[in-house]
């Protein structure tokens, strides 16, 4: 079972990229889901985090005001939605689900279900 994450690519400071995870059946819907990334040389760090339900999200403060995360469980469907990117937003970004979460958890541990990842640039 594996999370496809797409949308990545080669931005301008200042633009803007949306990410999107599909996740591959029914089960998903109810998952906490999470984006997470990793620069070169720097361990993967939290993003955003969304309970299964949307009802509750949570972002790390780097992003917070400029990253939206969203879903539509009809479609098993997780989204980023970037905005005002900086040259440090530039890294592997990586979907996560959290079958046992509750909520919409910050910690890498919590998810059991991992993305290959898309790479995001932010140029300067």
């Known amino acids: 079972v594996q999370l496809q994450a797409s949308g990545g690519g080669l931005v301008q400071t200042g633009g803007s990229l949306r990410l999107s995870c599909a996740a591959p059946?029914?089960?998903?819907?109810?998952?906490?889901m999470g984006w997470f990334r990793q620069a070169p040389g720097k361990e993967r760090e939290f993003v955003a985090a969304?309970?299964?339900?949307?009802?509750?999200?949570n972002y790390a403060d780097s992003v917070k005001g400029r990253f939206t995360i969203s879903r539509d469980n009809a479609k098993n469907t997780v989204t980023l939605q970037m905005n005002s990117l900086k040259p440090e937003d530039t890294a592997v970004y990586y979907c996560a689900a959290a079958s046992y979460g509750v909520g919409a958890p910050r910690d890498l541990k919590e998810y059991n279900f991992w993305g290959k990842g898309t790479l995001v640039t932010v140029s300067s």
């Open positions: 059946g029914r089960a998903f819907s109810t998952y906490p």
């Open positions: 969304i309970s299964g339900d949307g009802g509750s999200s």
